[in-house]
């Protein structure tokens, strides 16, 4: 499945897959070979950072 470039849904597409597949986001970028600062820089547009002790965007 391709990362989609709507910020809301690569939102709730990035929550699910760190929840569900893996156990950082270093290691979702990793897997989908995807730009960590620019996914953050994206979330951080909308108002959301990830948080590592949670494993999600909040």
Known sequence: ??????????????NTKLRDCYTSLDALCDDLQADRAALEKKMAAIGYTYLPALNQFR
């Open 1 to 14: 499945m391709p990362i989609p470039s709507d910020p809301f849904l690569l939102l709730s597409f990035l």
